[in-house]
């Protein structure tokens, strides 16, 4: 089966994101008001092939853990689908 992962990989929420803190800062520069706070990260997405849900979802797993996530200063979030 063919299936398609969108992965988000963010920092984690106790370490600072310098790249999010100058988007922030300039949008105050630029009197875009109202905006609280910035948090940059990464969109990914797989198409693959897997033989079942649980194994897509064991690939995946994989994927973020050994390639895509840095765990000491990322989380990841996903979700799966067959494609059509």
């Known amino acids: 089966m063919k299936f398609v992962a969108e992965i988000d990989v963010m920092p984690l929420k106790e370490l600072l994101d310098p790249q999010g803190k100058t988007v922030a800062n300039n949008m105050k520069n630029l009197n ?3 905006v609280n706070d910035v ?7 797989l ?4 033989n079942d849900d649980t194994a897509a979802k064991d690939k995946v797993e994989v ?22």
């Open 47 to 50: 198409t693959f092939d897997a």
């Open 63 to 84: 994927i973020c853990k050994k390639l895509l996530a840095n765990m000491v200063m990322e989380s990841y979030t996903y979700t799966i689908a067959p494609m059509s």
């Open 32 to 34: 875009i008001d109202g």
């Open 39 to 45: 948090r940059i990260g990464k969109h990914i997405k």
